[in-house]
């Protein structure tokens, strides 16, 4: 490449505009200016010979993809979750693999919330009993949910989106649980009242479990069978974090038998496929991963990973680097 070549960039999929042009001014830009993203062949296709990729959380980059991409020096992806890409594999190569955390907190954390009130006080399955004209006398069980106000909310996984959802709890007076990997400062702990307890019971004394752990390895099916079973006959169970995570199958299974009484989800296992069991009941919210969707947040993310992926094709260390062991500078 002579000094005045630009670097080579795929974009594999359609981006905010303000994004892909502070791209295509410093790189020499193939954009796939499209909603649907691309099938594995032609993803590997347009990414060989591409020292930077931005990517979204549909495209898949295994270390099998990588070992044929030997001109590849960064690769920047649209979300906080990176489970899409084998980021020890890119490490290995000296492929700089980044993410776009803070910048989807607040709005995740919102539609966790959105989706917890969802589920506690039945409002999608009261909008489909209202337009399905089934709305014929008021009752005095009629639709009846769980109060929010003063129950107990467990978060599984305490990052910054867990943080954001106990922050919004305290405005709805909930004592707070939380497990995670390590347990948060003492200080933090009081500033957002919330009490570490172990897994078990965090699963046995909730009213809520909201999850908000990354997909590894270890976090496959944290929540299956044996987890829904410890939870309250009334708790119900959110998920915006990845579908994984919990055992879909479990999951439909305990909502058919009630041996949980709701929940709300926007991630899946095999997305955009949804279990046909949590179609067939009643008692669940269900969205399609829109826990970021804001015009403002993903315009931010899109930026966020551009500018990720500038600083690394520049030689510096992208601000939001997830494989350190990447980074020779
Ligand atoms: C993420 O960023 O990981 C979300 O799932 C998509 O915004």
Not at 54 to 75: I, M, N, Y
Not at 88 to 101: H, K, Q, S
Not at 153 to 167: K, P
Request: proline share 5%; hydrophobic share 45%; aromatic share 6%.
């Amino acid at each position: 490449m002579t000094a005045r070549m630009k670097p080579p960039v795929l974009v594999t999929k359609k981006l905010y505009p303000k994004a892909l042009e502070l791209l295509q001014a410093t790189a020499d830009v193939e954009y796939h200016d499209s909603r649907a993203g691309l099938s594995a062949d032609r993803l590997l296709t347009k990414a060989k010979g591409k020292v930077g990729i931005v990517c979204q959380l549909t495209d898949k980059f295994s270390a099998e993809v990588l070992a044929e991409l030997p001109d590849l020096k960064v690769l920047s992806n649209v979300a906080v979750g990176y489970d899409n890409i084998d980021a020890a594999a890119a490490a290995e190569r000296g492929v700089l693999v980044t993410n776009t955390p803070g910048a989807l907190t607040e709005t995740t954390a919102d539609l966790a919330f959105a989706l917890l009130m969802a589920a506690a006080r039945r409002l999608t399955e009261a909008e489909r009993f209202l337009r399905d004209g089934k709305w014929g006398e008021w009752y005095i069980d009629l639709l009846c949910g769980y109060d929010i106000y003063g129950a107990t909310l467990g978060l599984l996984g305490m990052g910054r989106i867990g943080q954001a959802v106990a922050r919004r709890a305290q405005g709805f007076g909930m004592k707070v649980l939380y497990h995670n990997r390590t347990r948060l400062d003492p200080a933090v702990e009081d500033a957002l009242d919330a009490k570490y307890v172990s897994f078990e019971e965090l699963l046995s004394e909730s009213d809520f479990v909201s999850v908000h752990t990354p997909l590894t390895p270890d976090t496959r099916h944290l929540i299956a069978a044996a987890e829904l079973s410890r939870m309250k006959p009334t708790a119900i169970l959110v998920n915006t974090a990845r579908g994984p995570v919990v055992d879909e199958a479990a999951l439909a299974a305990a909502l058919d038998k009630r041996t949980i009484a709701a929940a709300g989800i926007d991630v899946f296992e095999r997305e955009p496929e949804v279990h046909p069991g949590l179609l067939a009941v009643e008692n669940v919210v269900l969205a399609p991963h829109v826990g970021s969707a804001t015009i403002a947040t993903r315009t931010r993310m899109c930026t966020m990973a551009v500018e990720n992926c500038l600083a690394g094709l520049r030689g510096e260390r992208p601000p939001n680097l997830v494989n350190p062991q990447a980074w020779k500078g």
